[in-house]
């Protein structure tokens, strides 16, 4: 089945600094990746799709320049947390669809960001 | 913008007893889509609905999508400490193909 690599699962940072997470499909293309932000015991909000070769579409309210989406590869999308302040502390998770009808969308493990 | 409503929030149940969480989209949807987060966990994939009134069994889980596809239902029969976790649906968007999840259901179940 489709697998998903979210890497780091987990990373805290000091207050200032950037955290860049990976999402990686392992057997399959994704020309198409979602990130999604997650505060505890809350749904899945959809932050930004990220497009392989071109530039990520964000949803309403979230800041372009705060949360950097780079999709080199057809493998691999990456989020980048700018100037991480401690209310971007949240678990973030990516994911990407192969086969929807049978896998749905994959999701990765999620990263638990901790910014102090 | 489109908006995913799932109700309740919270259900704690004896086991053996039956779980129904509800699923009402604001727009009709192309397809929609039941995921199971355990805590601490990432969601995983249950099944997906397309077509209008559809209705998929998945052992003791039973799926149903309505007749307008705006609307869909996950009931468990005779819950299981193993079925703990929060359900989430989340609905294809007929205009912009994005995934949007509801709020999540969270079931308990007490042995």
């Known amino acids: 089945g489709a697998v998903v690599s979210q890497h780091p699962s987990r990373v805290i940072c000091k207050s200032g600094t950037s955290v860049k997470i990976e999402c990686r499909s392992l057997d399959f293309q994704a020309t198409t990746m979602f990130w999604y932000r997650q505060f505890p015991k809350q749904s899945l909000m959809l932050m930004a799709t990220?497009?392989?070769?071109?530039?990520?579409?964000?949803e309403q309210g979230v800041e372009k320049d705060k949360f950097l989406i780079n999709h080199a590869s057809l493998t691999l999308s990456t989020l980048t947390v700018t100037s991480a302040h401690p209310e971007d502390s949240s678990f973030y998770i990516c994911?990407?669809?192969?086969?929807?009808?049978?896998?749905?969308?994959?999701f990765g493990s999620g990263t638990r960001l901790t910014v102090v | 913008g489109q908006q995913v409503m799932q109700i309740p929030q919270y259900q704690h149940v004896q086991e053996g007893e039956d779980f129904t969480t509800y699923c009402n989209s604001s727009t009709t949807l192309s397809n929609i889509q039941w995921y199971k987060q355990r805590p601490g966990g990432h969601p995983v994939f249950l099944i997906q609905l397309v077509k209008s009134g559809e209705v998929k069994k998945q052992k003791r889980l039973t799926f149903q999508f309505g007749e307008a596809k705006k609307n869909s239902s996950l009931h468990i029969t005779a819950t299981q400490t193993t079925d703990v976790g929060t359900y989430f649906c989340a609905g294809v968007s007929s205009n912009t193909g994005k995934l949007i999840f509801g709020q999540g259901t969270t079931l308990q179940v007490k042995p």
């Open positions: 994911s990407a669809a192969q086969g929807l009808a049978t896998y749905g969308y994959t």
């Open positions: 990220s497009n392989e070769g071109s530039k990520a579409t964000y």
